[in-house]
């Protein structure tokens, strides 16, 4: 059997019961099982589309799943997953034992080996969109934009088996006139071509392939399981010759690893060659949840630049003014260079508030 292949102990895949009922609580069932240990997980979510007032960001957000085998060491979706699995065990749907076992030793590892699965999403996005379009009047046309994919990979591993992220875009092409963002690091967009094509019939619709280095050794420190750049950028073409708009977005740069000019030269190369509409990148923010399992393994493979790191986000999540000034002046030029618009980062594009940037970090 090899990595990553259906396990389920020898029962059908479906409604696997883990977790056995204790009283009144329902408990969380396992779907599936893979031979390296992750499991997935059914949730079964009230909502799926998160307001901006729930978000404090300027768009509607939608991720099918909570968790993410990917398990980038800079991603900040873990705090999600931790609030999924307190909630679910001050819910009494997992028992002291099962809590620990979903946070895993140091707290990080369950985001990556405990993917919650939002099954029956459909049903509760019906609800949603009738709320979303509510909160629209006739005057404040077009509609703040969707971004699916904000806090875990829409296109994981989990997706080629549970078509969740498929099933909602089916479901959004049937509208008219949203604005919809999707961003995924997985080459497993590219199997969803036609829906997305009928998609952007009707609506406006980006897709951003989110590739942070071309550097294969580099990607594998970082990035534990994340597909190489060129699948990634193989999907990117395969959608742009199909007449998606899609576009690479490189993010988070990684001061001091990834920011050099040689380096994001080559990245804007390879997106125009495989025809790109547009290419955004953002710095690296280091948030509490980030910490503690990008550190460690900046401390392993890259100890000379640690106390730089500490020094420059000892203040907060963001990076110092000066270096990201000095970014967004290098991304501009570059985008200018290779004939791609200017000034369209996912800021401009969706709005997002970011966290300010704080002290100094020379480029
Ligand atoms: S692919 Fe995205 S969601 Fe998944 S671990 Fe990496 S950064 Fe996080």
Redesign the pocket.
Same mark, same amino acid.
């Given at each position: 059997m090899r990595v990553g292949e259906v396990r389920v102990n020898g029962r059908t895949a479906r409604q696997l019961p883990l977790l056995q009922s204790v009283g009144p609580a329902v408990r969380l069932c396992i779907l599936d099982e893979r031979l390296r240990g992750t499991k997935f997980v059914s949730l079964e979510p009230k909502s799926v589309l998160n307001s901006p007032q729930q978000t404090g960001v300027d768009f509607w957000s939608l991720n099918p799943y909570i968790g *993410? $085998? @990917? =398990? *980038?060491t800079? *991603?900040? +979706?873990?705090y999600a997953h931790r609030y999924t699995v307190e909630r679910a065990h001050d819910a009494g749907r997992l028992s002291d034992a099962e809590f620990q076992e979903f946070r895993g030793p140091h707290g990080w590892e369950a @985001?990556?080996k405990r993917v919650f699965v939002k099954e029956q999403l459909l049903g509760v996005l019906e609800r949603d969109l009738r709320r979303y379009f509510r909160s629209f009047g006739p005057t404040n046309h077009p509609p703040a934009p969707i971004v699916i =994919?904000t +806090? #875990?990979?829409p296109y994981?591993p989990a997706e080629r088996r549970f078509r969740l992220t498929r099933g909602i875009l089916e479901r959004l092409a049937r509208c008219e006139g949203l604005n919809v963002g999707i961003? #995924?690091? %997985?080459p497993l967009v590219a199997r969803d071509t036609d829906v997305l094509r009928r998609l952007q019939e009707r609506s406006d619709l980006e897709v951003h392939i %989110?590739l942070t280095t071309l550097d294969v050794a580099l990607i594998k420190q970082v $990035?534990a399981r %994340?597909p190489m750049p060129v699948v990634r950028l193989r999907a990117l073409k395969r959608l742009a010759d199909a007449g998606v708009r899609v576009g690479l977005i490189v993010a988070p740069v990684l001061p001091g690893i990834t920011d050099d000019v040689p380096h994001l030269e080559a990245l804007f190369q390879a997106a125009r060659e495989a025809g790109a509409k547009f290419v955004h990148a953002g710095p690296l923010r280091l948030y509490p949840a980030v910490r503690d399992r990008f550190l460690p393994m900046l401390e392993q493979r890259f100890p000379q630049l640690v106390a730089r790191y500490r020094r420059a986000y000892e203040g907060g999540s963001g990076v110092p003014r000066d270096y990201a000034r000095a970014l967004a002046a290098r991304i501009k030029q570059l985008q200018a260079r290779f004939g791609f618009p200017l000034n369209e980062g996912m800021a401009d594009r969706y709005g997002r508030r970011l966290p300010p940037a704080q002290r100094e970090l020379g480029l």
């Amino acid at each position: 059997m090899r990595v990553g292949e259906v396990r389920v102990n020898g029962r059908t895949a479906r409604q696997l019961p883990l977790l056995q009922s204790v009283g009144p609580a329902v408990r969380l069932c396992i779907l599936d099982e893979r031979l390296r240990g992750t499991k997935f997980v059914s949730l079964e979510p009230k909502s799926v589309l998160n307001s901006p007032q729930q978000t404090g960001v300027d768009f509607w957000s939608l991720n099918p799943y909570i968790g *993410c $085998e @990917f =398990g *980038c060491t800079y *991603c900040y +979706a873990r705090y999600a997953h931790r609030y999924t699995v307190e909630r679910a065990h001050d819910a009494g749907r997992l028992s002291d034992a099962e809590f620990q076992e979903f946070r895993g030793p140091h707290g990080w590892e369950a @985001f990556e080996k405990r993917v919650f699965v939002k099954e029956q999403l459909l049903g509760v996005l019906e609800r949603d969109l009738r709320r979303y379009f509510r909160s629209f009047g006739p005057t404040n046309h077009p509609p703040a934009p969707i971004v699916i =994919g904000t +806090a #875990t990979d829409p296109y994981q591993p989990a997706e080629r088996r549970f078509r969740l992220t498929r099933g909602i875009l089916e479901r959004l092409a049937r509208c008219e006139g949203l604005n919809v963002g999707i961003i #995924t690091k %997985s080459p497993l967009v590219a199997r969803d071509t036609d829906v997305l094509r009928r998609l952007q019939e009707r609506s406006d619709l980006e897709v951003h392939i %989110s590739l942070t280095t071309l550097d294969v050794a580099l990607i594998k420190q970082v $990035e534990a399981r %994340s597909p190489m750049p060129v699948v990634r950028l193989r999907a990117l073409k395969r959608l742009a010759d199909a007449g998606v708009r899609v576009g690479l977005i490189v993010a988070p740069v990684l001061p001091g690893i990834t920011d050099d000019v040689p380096h994001l030269e080559a990245l804007f190369q390879a997106a125009r060659e495989a025809g790109a509409k547009f290419v955004h990148a953002g710095p690296l923010r280091l948030y509490p949840a980030v910490r503690d399992r990008f550190l460690p393994m900046l401390e392993q493979r890259f100890p000379q630049l640690v106390a730089r790191y500490r020094r420059a986000y000892e203040g907060g999540s963001g990076v110092p003014r000066d270096y990201a000034r000095a970014l967004a002046a290098r991304i501009k030029q570059l985008q200018a260079r290779f004939g791609f618009p200017l000034n369209e980062g996912m800021a401009d594009r969706y709005g997002r508030r970011l966290p300010p940037a704080q002290r100094e970090l020379g480029l």
